[in-house]
Nanobody, 124 residues
Framework: QAQLVESGGGPAQSGGSLTLSCAAS????????MGWFRQAPGKEREFVAG????????YYADSVKGRFTISRDNAKNTVYLQMNHLSPEDTAVYYC?????????????????WGQGTQVTVSS
């Protein structure tokens, strides 16, 4: 059974940086695309970034493009989200997910397993 565990969230100052990690187990990680989503209080879960199985192709929401970087280490079964130039609008619970289609990264319906999430809180 697929299991994802996010870590690395916490408080940050506006303009600061955080790196999130998502450790995967229970499935052949290197075969699957992965994605990061986030959900702020009172809002729907929204796509943040996606990465294909090889790590060569990445995709970003316009709101984070140029500030966030998604990467993966298939030897460690881990996907990362480097977040720079954080703003209070980035405050949310961040989730990683296993993309079962290898496409449609922005569509939460194509994701199977989700982690429990990690809270990111950015203060101004």
């Amino acid at each position: 059974q697929a299991q994802l565990v996010e870590s690395g969230g916490g408080p940050a100052q506006s303009g600061g940086s955080l790196t999130l990690s998502c450790a995967a187990s229970g499935f052949v990680f290197r075969n699957y695309a992965m994605g990061w989503f986030r959900q702020a209080p009172g809002k729907e879960r929204e796509f943040v970034a996606g990465i294909d199985w090889s790590g060569l192709s990445t995709y970003y929401a316009d709101s984070v493009k140029g500030r966030f970087t998604i990467s993966r280490d298939n030897a460690k079964n881990t996907v990362y989200l480097q977040m720079n130039h954080l703003s209070p609008e980035d405050t949310a619970v961040y989730y990683c997910g296993e993309n079962r289609r290898g496409s449609h990264y922005g569509n939460a319906a194509v994701y199977g397993a989700w982690g429990q999430g990690t809270q990111v809180t950015v203060s101004s």
